[in-house]
């Protein structure tokens, strides 16, 4: 089966080159955030770039030291640049 890669990798593109540029992301890495970003999954992501999920799993480690976070969310949130942390009671005023 084919599968097209959404389209949200490509308006998210320039803000996540930005983002992986500071944080000195390899090709093969930022092949695999713009990937990582749309929500695809591991086995997808190695489909689509024909390798193992293996190595896919080694470059999203690399990916995850590279940017300071230690988790799929984390990293989607940094490329972004989403705040990955939710209001609470106690600052929900100052938002």
Do not use: W
Not at 4 to 21: E, F, Q
Not at 23 to 46: D, H, M, P, Q, S
Not at 74 to 87: D, H, K, Q
Request: glycine share 4%; charged share 25%; hydrophobic share 40%.
């Amino acid at each position: 089966m084919v599968r097209k890669v959404p389209t949200a990798v490509v308006s998210s593109k320039d803000l996540i080159d930005k983002r992986a540029s500071t944080a000195a992301l390899t090709k093969r890495e930022l092949e695999i955030a713009y990937l990582l970003v749309t929500g695809l999954t591991v086995k997808f992501i190695a489909q689509v770039l024909k390798i193992s999920p293996y190595t896919v799993n080694d470059h999203m480690k690399s990916i995850y030291k590279k940017l300071g976070v230690n988790s799929k969310s984390s990293a989607i949130c940094e490329l972004l640049g989403v705040n990955r942390f939710l209001p609470t009671r106690d600052n929900e005023e100052s938002i």
